[in-house]
Nanobody, 124 residues
Framework: QVQLVESGGGLVQSGGSLRLSCETS?????????IAWFRQAPGKEREGVSC????????DYQHSRKGRFTISKDDTENTVYLQMDSLTPGDTAVYYC????????????????WGQGTQVAVSS
């Protein structure tokens, strides 16, 4: 059974950094799945942030962030990370990781496995 557990969220001042972790279990080979980060701010739709897979490599869904967010994975730890730098209040949201087979997709409905989410709050 696939399980995803996010951690690393919290309250940070504008300009600060956070590193989110998505610890996976039940996935024998991370290269065979796509792990994506989504976020959802209050009153807004869930939106894709970034994705990593063995088939696609790294896919950034929000180019406007100009490199502030970096996705990576550690196969030995079965964990995917999202490094977030130069945070702004506009980045405040619940951040989720999600998994699907093989290929990245920017639509949340394409993913069958989700974590519980981790709250990120950025103060001005």
């Amino acid at each position: 059974q696939v399980q995803l557990v996010e951690s690393g969220g919290g309250l940070v001042q504008s300009g600060g950094s956070l590193r989110l972790s998505c610890e996976t279990s039940g996935i024998t080979n991370l290269d065979l799945v796509a792990i994506a980060w989504f976020r959802q701010a209050p009153g807004k739709e869930r939106e894709g942030v970034s994705c990593i897979s063995g088939r696609d490599g790294i896919v950034d869904y929000q180019h406007s962030r100009k490199g502030r967010f970096t996705i990576s994975k550690d196969d030995t730890e079965n964990t995917v990370y999202l490094q977030m730098d130069s945070l702004t209040p506009g980045d405040t949201a619940v951040y989720y990781c999600a998994a699907r087979n093989f290929y990245c997709d920017d639509q949340s409905r394409a993913y069958g496995f989700w974590g519980q989410g981790t709250q990120v709050a950025v103060s001005s």
